[in-house]
């Protein structure tokens, strides 16, 4: 009886050490948002710093494979959104077995600018979010939208 107990007593406590490291793993992007002054201006730039093991997807990986990242800007008649979302860092291309299909990411940090003009004289913000999916070698976890409100 004694040897049972003990049985149970060890699954019980691995399994929940496996519940707390999944836990732990919940969020694995840091998100950081700013505006830099660029001539008439700005330049939105959103960086996500992704921890290891962890990648996250490019907005150009494809619709037949992972949730692309995303990033929408709400309508503000102040800012006039000049180009599309550009994305600066080591992009990575692989053919990835549990989707079947070739797909880009970043690992460690990607950087995503958009350059903007707003009305001149008039202080305002520009808000938004971040659609977004996170894989590893072994899992993906669900697509996450983040929100952000950046003062100009």
């Not at 830099?36 to 710093?49: E, N």
């Amino acid at each position: 009886m004694k040897k049972i107990l003990l049985v149970i007593s060890v699954v019980a406590v691995a399994a929940l050490m496996s519940v707390q490291l999944i836990a732990q793993v919940k969020n694995p992007v840091d998100w950081k948002y700013e505006a830099k002054k660029k001539g008439d201006g700005y330049q939105i730039v959103i960086t996500a710093t992704v921890k290891k093991p962890w990648h996250i997807y490019s907005q150009n990986t494809g619709k037949s494979g992972p949730i692309p990242t995303e990033i929408k800007f709400l309508a503000n008649p102040l800012v006039k959104l000049v180009g599309n979302v550009k994305e600066v860092g080591k992009l990575e291309k692989i053919f990835d077995k549990l989707f079947n299909t070739e797909v880009l990411y970043y690992s460690n940090s990607v950087v995503f600018t958009q350059d903007i003009t707003v009305k001149a004289g008039i202080k305002t913000n520009i808000s938004g979010t971040v659609d977004y999916m996170v894989c590893n070698d072994e899992q993906c976890l669900p697509p996450t939208k983040k929100t952000f409100d950046i003062k100009l």
